[in-house]
């Protein structure tokens, strides 16, 4: 009996066991959900800081751009005669003048005065800018900024054909018996005391007064930028553009005045623009054709007759 209970509970077992080793589990594993299909939307960028606006062009009239210039400097500055007699301000300085109260939204004011004036000016800052041939004299800078250049002149000595065979160089100008002029508070006078310190240096208020002086034979020569110096020669043919002058900081800038940082930016900003879109190049081109007509180099009255 012992053993017939031993042999059912061995057949049971073995069943089990093969019932174990059949059954596998044919149920896949889970896999993970399905993505959602609704994308979910990236955060948001940081936006960009707005950048500041730039500060305004202060003029010490508002909406006005005042400029100091003394039109005795053809063709940087002179008065073009029309055929009726009319005397209207011209020149490629007062050309860019305009340019630069366009280019900034102003309206141009033009106050014409003698040269050293336009220092005295710029100065007291009673003009916002002075345009009248400025070379950037290290001494100016006290009480003026200087734009960056926007025409490269030169310097020259000048004198009448009749005195030309007289300075083969400028060693032959230091002469004491000479009488050498320049105009006042100008780089030409610096170059006259460097170039002739012996002579008798006569500054004078006006270009004209130089040219005058020469042909009345009150000066034997005299210092001029060369572009002014050929207009002259132009239309006085007595007067003779002898000699060249060095001069280690040839060009020309506009006095801004001093302190005016948002000011010196945009006439900076609009020289650029007018040298880039060729405007001027014109002005010079133009100013030169003009200064070879009918012109006055000097201060006019209100009826536009010359004075003095």
Request: with cysteine; charged share 20%; proline share 6%.
């Amino acid at each position: 009996m012992k053993k017939l209970i031993a042999m059912l509970l061995a057949l049971t077992l073995v069943f089990a066991l093969a019932a174990c080793g059949t059954t596998e589990t044919t149920t896949e594993p889970e896999t993970a959900a399905p993505a959602e299909t609704t994308e979910t939307a990236e955060p948001a960028a940081p936006a960009e800081p707005a950048e500041p606006e730039a500060p305004a062009i202060e003029t010490l009239t508002p909406g006005v751009l005042t400029v100091a210039t003394s039109p005795d400097f053809a063709p940087y500055e002179f008065y073009a005669v029309d055929e009726n007699g009319k005397a209207t301000l011209a020149g490629f300085e007062l050309a860019l003048a305009q340019y630069i109260a366009d280019y900034l939204g102003l309206e141009l004011e033009l106050i014409p005065m003698d040269f050293d004036g336009t220092l005295m000016e710029l100065q007291n800052k009673t003009v916002d800018l002075g345009m009248s041939g400025y070379s950037p004299k290290p001494e100016r800078e006290e009480f003026m900024d200087f734009s960056d250049i926007f025409y490269t002149g030169g310097q020259s000595f000048v004198c009448t054909q009749a005195n030309a065979d007289k300075f083969a160089s400028l060693e032959d100008t230091n002469k004491a018996e000479y009488s050498i002029g320049a105009q006042i508070g100008s780089i030409q006078v610096d170059l006259a005391k460097e170039n002739s310190p012996d002579a008798d240096i006569v500054e004078l208020t006006k270009v004209t007064d130089i040219v005058a002086e020469l042909i009345s034979g009150k000066l034997d020569g005299a210092y001029i930028e060369t572009a002014v110096a050929e207009t002259y020669a132009k239309n006085y043919p007595e007067l003779c553009v002898v000699l060249p002058v060095p001069y280690d900081a040839e060009g020309s800038v506009v006095g801004v005045y001093k302190g005016n940082e948002t000011l010196l930016k945009g006439v900076n900003e609009a020289i650029a623009a007018a040298i880039a879109d060729g405007s001027m190049a014109q002005f010079v081109a133009d100013a030169n054709e003009l200064a070879g007509g009918n012109i006055i180099e000097g201060l006019v009255d209100e009826n536009g007759q010359p004075v003095g």
